[in-house]
Nanobody, 127 residues
Framework: EVQLVESGGGLVQAGGSLRLSCAASGFTFDDYVIGWFRQAPGKEREGVACMSSSEGSTYSPDSVKDRFTISSDNAKNTVYLQMNSLKPEDTAVYYC????????????????????WGKGTLVTVSY
């Protein structure tokens, strides 16, 4: 059974940094795309960073790619999201998600096709 458990959310001031963690189980990282998504109140969920370990690829949209970095520690079955230069508009519930890998489809999977979701962790960025 695929399980994803996020941690590391909290309150941070604008300009600060935060690192989220996602403890994953039930699958092998090389066989899956893993990503971070967020949903702010009243807004649609959006992908902020995804990775494919076997392809050595990552994807982030232009809105965050200079500030957010996804990484993994495969030995610990953990995926991280390092968020720097945080802005109040980054306030949202952040979710970890995963989907079986389809080679060459990292971006599409990140945008539309994740199958498994964690329960989320709240990040609040104050002015």
């Amino acid at each position: 059974e695929v399980q994803l458990v996020e941690s590391g959310g909290g309150l941070v001031q604008a300009g600060g940094s935060l690192r989220l963690s996602c403890a994953a189980s039930g699958f092998t990282f090389d066989d899956y795309v893993i990503g971070w998504f967020r949903q702010a109140p009243g807004k649609e969920r959006e992908g902020v960073a995804c990775m494919s370990s076997s392809e050595g690829s990552t994807y982030s949209p232009d809105s965050v790619k200079d500030r957010f970095t996804i990484s993994s520690d495969n030995a610990k079955n953990t995926v991280y999201l390092q968020m720097n230069s945080l802005k109040p508009e980054d306030t949202a519930v952040y979710y970890c998600a995963a989907a079986p890998l389809e080679l060459g489809y990292l971006v599409l999977l990140c945008k539309y096709g994740m199958d498994y979701w964690g329960k989320g962790t709240l990040v609040t960025v104050s002015y």
